[in-house]
């Protein structure tokens, strides 16, 4: 009988539904963004809550951006969830893809998946993600984007 004259319970049990319905609101907002920009067919991954800290030639230490990270069938596109910051990285122009704990001289305190890419400049650069199941976008990214005979180990040639 407490429970019912007590609506301590119900304020908490509303504020947690509301949270909840944000979140799930956020997620197709961020779901809509995605596909109205893009075809989809040419979508291969998305996540979302992928944190963003910035590129290597930007300015200031490490940023901390969350947004939705998308593999395409030519690229990367990050989109913020927030603010208005895009980055489009072409698949042709990915250099490397690893995993560090650094990113423009900091140390994170985390492992992050950076990419080493060519701008549209020709100049090189480096972008850090925070990603959801790294190891799944690497192979993701190794896969579909760069060359095979770039990544693997060569083999030698017969002589026969």
């Not at 799944?136 to 060359?147: H, R």
Request: positive net charge.
């Amino acid at each position: 009988m407490e429970g019912i004259t007590n609506p301590n319970w119900l304020v908490f049990a509303l504020l947690f539904l509301g949270i909840i319905f944000y979140l799930a609101y956020m997620r197709q907002r961020e779901t809509k963004r995605i596909t109205d920009k893009f075809d989809q067919k040419d979508i291969i991954i998305t996540s979302f809550g992928v944190n963003y800290y910035g590129l290597e030639s930007e300015p200031g230490g490490p940023l901390r951006s969350a947004g939705a990270l998308v593999l395409l069938k030519d690229g990367i596109y990050y989109r913020a969830r927030f603010s208005k910051r895009e980055l489009m990285i072409r698949g042709t122009s990915i250099a490397y893809i690893g995993v560090t704990d650094t990113h423009k001289g900091k140390d994170l305190h985390q492992t992050v998946v950076v990419l080493q890419f060519l701008n549209p400049d020709g100049k090189e650069e480096k972008a850090a993600f925070r990603i959801p199941y790294p190891a799944q976008w690497v192979a993701a990214i190794k896969s579909n984007l760069l060359d095979e005979k770039a990544t693997a180990p060569k083999k030698p040639h017969d002589s026969g």
